[in-house]
Nanobody
């Protein structure tokens, strides 16, 4: 599975950005897909996840109501729509994929802070000022 992010940039607080993640490779091996971020001096955290089989989505509290994860299957693309951005959202954002037997694994991993996804993109910088 190969993942390539795009769409990062600089934006003022309150603004919006949409990140894209072009996906190629086995669909089985990407049954969970997630968006992660890593701010300077902080650990990488998963902020949004989607079970690609049924489209169920999951978020951490810090982005719930502001960020939306979605997938466009014909385009093999994962998105993260980010609205009402805050300076604390500044980070490098990564998309990642994981092969799970059950979609509930996607929910379990984000809510327990597990970051051991198998496939990763190169990351894209988001800066909010």
């Amino acid at each position: 599975v190969q993942l390539v992010e795009s769409g990062g940039g600089s934006v003022q607080a309150g603004g919006s950005l949409t990140l894209s993640c072009k996906v190629s490779g086995s669909t089985v091996r990407r049954s969970c897909m997630g968006w992660f971020r890593q701010a300077p001096g902080k650990e990488r955290e998963e902020i949004a996840a989607i079970s690609t089989g049924n489209g169920d989505t999951y978020y951490v509290d810090s982005v719930k109501g502001r960020f939306t994860i979605s997938q466009d299957n014909p385009k093999d693309t994962l998105y993260l729509q980010m609205d009402n951005l805050k300076p604390e959202d500044t980070a490098i954002y990564y998309c990642a994929a994981y092969a799970a037997r059950d979609g509930r694994v996607c929910e379990y991993k984000i809510h327990t802070g597990q970051t051991d996804y198998t496939y990763w993109g190169q990351g894209t910088q988001v800066t909010v000022s």
